[in-house]
């Protein structure tokens, strides 16, 4: 009878210390993916965030941020959700492009994937038209008409000028509600699904803006005589599109990584010219299939943000005078295997040198609160 009971109490141990070694396990995995878990959804508070947030952390350092977080993201739903990257259909890009009765300049190409290892590429090229197909990103560009007024908008974008061009305007001939249907319908002949993606931002290109640009270009000799359009009309007016994949109501960014990454983080995955004429340019640029889960993650208040921010750069001795100008809220995709990544919620912050168009990013996580170093 003793031997029996002193089994039971050892029995009755084990299972004790595998319950704490299965807890303590999975409290690990939380950690890992900046989330502990409320038990009990009653302790869980509702989060809000601000419109803006000002503080000045030193006299080199200041935060006077805009709060970016789409209207329709509720901080108190999101759940921990995976990905992985998807692979485009390269059949129905060729269908779509390619016309049976055109000669084209084909080249077999090696390109890379999102991890950085090699990947096949088809290439085509005629007077008509280039592209590009990989499985992982395809680029389609109607000869030389996209060509010019990408120049055109490119021009504007890097002497930080883009402000001239209208984001709201209906163009003539083409109202922006008709050409958003056109680009829809396009996105699913190739098998990419529209509702996925959030605007990050449109411009509306105007034929008589186009073509004082290209003055402006031909003028400051960043074009040459001979390579000018000229005889721009309204069958050449154009809107251009950039695209972000969304996820539980959050943009998701698009860039391999934050800190690296000099351009605004709004430069979409899907970036298109569709105009008068039809698409004149599509790029698709590692998109992904994603997969919400049920395990609710609690976002951290934005004090703890901003107290994170601020403990990097108050003992700071500064050369030029910083301003945190902008918050915003994505999901970023974190690689957590081969082809596997896990969302995870992110504040990029924009840093702004005080009388200069330079910026840097900061990437916090909205979870812990923690600066990211490891974006990859």
């Not at 074009?223 to 994949?245: H, I, M, V």
């Not at 702004?352 to 916090?364: G, N």
Request: aromatic letters at 12%; hydrophobic letters at 35%; proline letters at 4%.
């Amino acid at each position: 009878m003793k031997k029996y009971i002193k089994n039971i109490v050892l029995l009755v141990i084990c299972i004790a210390a595998v319950g704490v070694l299965w807890e303590q396990s999975h409290i690990k995995i939380d950690q890992n993916f900046g989330n502990p878990v409320q038990k009990d959804a009653a302790l869980k508070q509702e989060v809000e965030f601000p419109k803006t947030y000002k503080a000045n952390v030193n006299e080199t350092f200041s935060i006077n941020a805009d709060i970016v977080v789409p209207d329709d993201f509720d901080p108190n739903q999101i759940c921990r959700a995976t990905a992985e990257i998807q692979e485009l259909d390269m059949n129905k890009w060729k269908k779509r492009f390619l016309k049976g009765d055109e000669s084209y300049e084909e080249d077999p190409e090696g390109g890379t994937t999102r991890e950085g290892g090699l990947a096949l590429c088809e290439y085509y090229q005629s007077e008509e038209l280039y592209l590009y197909l990989s499985g992982q990103e395809s680029s389609y560009y109607k000869g030389m008409s996209y060509m010019q007024t990408h120049a055109c908008l490119e021009y504007n974008i890097n002497k930080g000028t883009e402000d001239i061009l209208s984001k709201t305007a209906d163009l003539e001939n083409l109202s922006s509600t008709n050409a958003w249907d056109g680009l829809i319908s396009e996105l699913n002949t190739l098998g990419i699904t529209a509702n996925d993606y959030v605007v990050s931002y449109c411009y509306a290109l105007d034929h008589q803006t186009l073509q004082r640009e290209e003055q402006k270009m031909l003028k400051d000799g960043n074009l040459e005589p001979d390579e000018k359009k000229g005889n721009w009309s309204e069958e050449d007016n154009t809107y251009f599109y950039c695209l972000l994949q969304k996820d539980q109501g959050l943009p998701v960014f698009y860039p391999k990584e934050v800190i690296e990454y000099e351009e605004d983080p709004d430069f979409g995955a899907v970036r298109a010219y569709y105009g008068v004429s039809g698409l004149l340019s599509l790029e698709a640029n590692y998109l992904f299939d994603i997969k919400d889960g049920k395990e609710p993650l609690t976002l951290a208040p934005f004090e703890k943000i901003a107290e994170t921010i601020t403990k990097k750069y108050e003992q700071a001795v500064l050369e030029f005078k910083i301003t945190v100008t902008k918050c915003r809220l994505f999901q970023y995709p974190l690689r957590v295997g081969k082809g596997t990544y896990e969302l995870v919620p992110v504040w990029v912050c924009t840093l702004q040198y005080e009388d200069s168009d330079s910026v840097m990013y900061l990437p916090i996580h909205a979870v812990t609160g923690e600066e990211m170093t490891e974006m990859g």
